[in-house]
């Protein structure tokens, strides 16, 4: 343990950033690190508790007491070698993941929670800084092949484990870049292109192989696939977006929110944009949907120089504060101020799209909405659904409408159609969880595709638990680690 008293010593303090006016002028990161005697102090907040519920709240089971003492001792290499070997990508998560461990840390039942994920990215940031990152390609290989279709946080994943394993992994993308989801759905406000090649680059000198603008079951025969490889890991993610089929959704300004964001990702690394382009420059935008991807529109919009941004959410607006209903440890779904909001735009909750009106040309013009009422279960404190409330129609001006409502599953056309692979009832790949093996013994599925859209931290997981059964299925044993068992001692 760093400091006993520390957790009644110290306040939680974040990183400095750059004013709302600041950052909206470029596309960079903007949050700083902390200096090195606060990162002690926060460190030292740990309070290397008897259960650490931190590390069960974590999907990866981050060893998170252990890693937060080597900070506080200034012992990076070990803090590295610990955070890393529950891991592979610290860099992605210590910026982008939602922190469930910090959700689930004792210190927060009446204080601020340990800053985590924050103490997560400077181990992975000093680490490299310090050239404790370094390529480490197995010294012995297996001799078995093993194709991953994708190459998002998943996919990744899946090939660093397998790679470590001995085999010789080929990744395929259907991009002209790796990174999947990192790459071309998160801004680079959120994560910098340069952190994610940065590890495509490091994998690259381990052995892995990457093949871009390989869209397999259109431009790679599966049958290569089936023929060249003893395995091979479906990691493709969930990447049909969930859409509204209202009155005038044709209109010239609706568009799906990846679309938007793809877009700009593109525009930022200087790569050609071969669709119309999408620009939320002087126009009136809203946006349809309240999470995170919804957030990455509202920031992006701003940017462009929208002349106003709205975000309307259907559901009610979740409390500040846990409720009976979301009990520490779990996971609580309360209000979330991100860092779009801050640069401004409007929110509306329990509001209900109607229409989209467009003008004589077809161009959108306008918004059509209604508030709702939703009914609640007084015994779990879920919405059992709602009803339109008499009276409470009204239109919005816009120009740009983005739907950011979520996804439904993998893209069925192609790959999955060919393969026949089945499918589980939410149209998902179905593999069960533990063993995540297909109908088809030598194909595996991890992540979006197989759980359904979630978190990144999630998608990592699932790749480091399905290289696993891949080794298991290729040697008949593996060495990999399981996230059940402690990876550090």
Same mark, same amino acid.
């Given at each position: 343990?760093?400091?006993?008293?520390?957790?009644?010593?110290?306040?939680r303090?974040? %990183?400095?950033k750059?004013?709302?006016?600041?950052?909206?002028?470029?596309?960079?990161?903007?949050?700083?690190?902390?200096?090195?005697?606060e990162?002690?102090?926060? &460190?030292?907040?740990?309070?290397d508790?008897?259960?650490?519920?931190?590390?069960?709240?974590c999907p990866?089971?981050?060893?998170? %007491?252990?890693?937060? /003492?080597?900070? @506080?001792?200034?012992?990076?290499l070990?803090?590295?070698e610990?955070?890393?070997?529950?891991?592979?990508?610290?860099?992605?998560?210590?910026?982008?993941?939602?922190?469930?461990c910090?959700?689930?840390?004792?210190?927060?039942?009446?204080k601020?929670?340990v &800053?985590?994920?924050?103490?997560?990215?400077?181990?992975?940031?000093?680490?490299?800084e310090?050239?404790?990152?370094?390529?480490?390609?197995?010294l012995i290989?297996?001799?078995?092949?093993?194709a991953?279709?994708?190459?998002?946080?998943?996919?990744?994943?899946?090939?660093?484990?397998?790679?470590?394993?001995?085999h010789? !992994?080929v990744v395929?993308?259907?991009d002209?870049?790796?990174?999947?989801l990192?790459?071309?759905?998160?801004? /680079?406000?959120?994560?910098?292109?340069?952190v994610v090649e940065?590890?495509?680059?490091?994998?690259?000198?381990?052995?892995?192989?990457?093949q871009?603008?390989?869209?397999?079951?259109?431009?790679?025969?599966?049958?290569?696939?089936?023929?060249?490889?003893?395995?091979?890991?479906?990691a493709?993610g969930?990447? !049909?977006?969930?859409?509204?089929n209202?009155?005038?959704?044709?209109?010239?300004?609706?568009?799906?929110?990846?679309?938007f964001?793809?877009q700009?990702?593109?525009?930022v690394?200087?790569?050609?944009?071969?669709?119309?382009?999408?620009?939320?420059?002087?126009?009136n935008?809203i946006v349809?949907g309240?999470? /995170?991807?919804? &957030?990455?529109?509202?920031?992006t919009?701003?940017?462009?120089?929208?002349k106003?941004?709205?975000?309307?959410?259907?559901?009610?607006?979740?409390?500040?504060l846990?409720?009976?209903h979301?009990?520490w440890?779990?996971?609580?779904?309360?209000?979330?101020i991100?860092t779009?909001?801050e640069?401004?735009?409007?929110?509306?909750?329990?509001?209900?799209t109607?229409?989209?009106?467009?003008?004589?040309?077809?161009?959108?013009?306008g918004?059509?909405?209604?508030? !709702?009422?939703?009914?609640?279960?007084l015994?779990?404190g879920?919405?059992?659904?709602?009803?339109?409330v008499?009276?409470?129609?009204?239109?919005?001006?816009?120009?740009?409408? +983005?739907?950011?409502?979520?996804?439904?599953?993998?893209?069925?056309e192609? +790959?999955?159609?060919?393969?026949?692979?089945?499918? /589980?009832?939410?149209?998902?790949?179905?593999?069960?969880?533990g063993?995540y093996?297909t109908?088809i013994p030598?194909?595996?599925?991890a992540?979006?595709?197989r759980?359904?859209?979630s978190?990144?931290?999630?998608?990592?997981?699932?790749g480091?638990?399905?290289?696993?059964?891949v080794?298991?299925?290729?040697?008949?044993?593996?060495?990999?680690?399981?996230?059940?068992a402690?990876? @550090?001692?």
């Open positions: 343990m760093g400091k006993v008293t520390g957790f009644f010593e110290y306040e303090v974040s %990183p400095s750059q004013t709302p006016q600041e950052r909206l002028n470029h596309y960079n990161e903007f949050v700083s690190l902390l200096p090195s005697d990162l002690n102090r926060q &460190s030292g907040r740990c309070m508790c008897g259960v650490p519920f931190c590390q069960s709240g990866l089971g981050n060893v998170i %007491p252990e890693f937060n /003492d080597a900070v @506080y001792q200034g012992k990076w070990q803090a590295a610990i955070l890393l070997s529950t891991n592979n990508f610290p860099e992605f998560t210590g910026r982008i993941c939602p922190a469930p910090e959700s689930a840390c004792v210190l927060g039942i009446n601020s929670p &800053s985590i994920e924050e103490i997560e990215k400077h181990i992975i940031e000093i680490a490299f310090k050239g404790y990152i370094k390529a480490n390609e197995p290989r297996t001799g078995k092949k093993v991953v279709v994708g190459s998002g946080p998943a996919g990744l994943a899946a090939a660093a484990q397998l790679n470590k394993a001995g010789e !992994v395929y993308e259907r002209d870049v790796a990174g999947g990192l790459r071309y759905g998160i801004p /680079d406000f959120k994560l910098q292109k340069d940065r590890r495509i680059k490091l994998m690259e000198e381990e052995g892995i192989t990457f871009y603008n390989a869209n397999v079951g259109e431009n790679v025969e599966i049958s290569t696939l089936l023929r060249d490889f003893q395995a091979i890991v479906l493709g969930s990447t !049909v977006p969930r859409d509204l209202l009155p005038g959704r044709d209109a010239k300004g609706v568009h799906f929110a990846m679309d964001l793809k700009q990702n593109k525009r690394g200087g790569r050609k944009i071969e669709a119309e382009e999408i620009t939320a420059k002087g126009k935008v349809i309240g999470g /995170d991807t919804g &957030s990455d529109c509202i920031g919009s701003n940017r462009h120089g929208a106003s941004v709205t975000q309307f959410e259907i559901m009610p607006m979740p409390p500040q846990r409720t009976e979301m009990p440890p779990s996971y609580p779904m309360l209000l979330k991100t779009s909001h640069e401004g735009a409007q929110r509306a909750w329990s509001v209900n109607k229409e989209f009106i467009k003008d004589e040309q077809g161009n959108l013009k918004l059509k909405v209604v508030d !709702v009422e939703w009914d609640i279960d015994a779990t879920r919405p059992l659904g709602f009803k339109e008499p009276g409470t129609e009204k239109e919005y001006p816009c120009e740009l409408v +983005l739907l950011a409502m979520g996804f439904l599953h993998p893209q069925k192609g +790959l999955i159609e060919k393969l026949g692979v089945e499918l /589980d009832e939410r149209g998902n790949v179905k593999a069960v969880e063993q093996q109908n030598k194909i595996f599925a992540g979006d595709m759980r359904g859209q978190l990144v931290v999630w998608a990592i997981s699932e480091r638990e399905t290289a696993r059964k080794d298991e299925h290729l040697m008949g044993f593996s060495k990999l680690p399981s996230k059940d402690v990876a @550090y001692a």
